[in-house]
């Protein structure tokens, strides 16, 4: 994680920052991305990847942001050669920092 340049998007103001990550965990697109992918909505499901990596490069979560990104790309390029071994990390990624986040 770049820090400083995490901390720069919320002002340099810890509270805010951390106010807005522990909000990760319950953000709904991590979720729909899931239900998306598992009904083949592929379309939908690159949305949510998007969003998901929106939403982690600007809290600085560089590990997830990288699997995300690279969810999003598969997606977007409809090949869906590697989509198995993308959501598996992704979920692994996932797991692991939404249990870091809660014990804050």
Known sequence: MDLDKTMERFMNNEALYLKFL???P???????????????????AFRDAHTL??????????PFYTVVSALTEELRSRKYDRLDEFVQDAEENY????QIIRQL
Do not use: C, M, W
Not at 26 to 44: R, W
Not at 95 to 98: I, Q, R, V
């Open 95 to 98: 797991e692991l920092l939404t």
């Open 26 to 44: 319950e953000d709904p697109n991590y979720a729909q991305l899931k239900e998306h992918i598992s009904a083949g909505d592929y379309e939908e």
């Open 53 to 62: 990596k929106g939403v982690a490069g600007n809290l600085g979560l560089d």
């Open 22 to 24: 522990k909000r990760f």
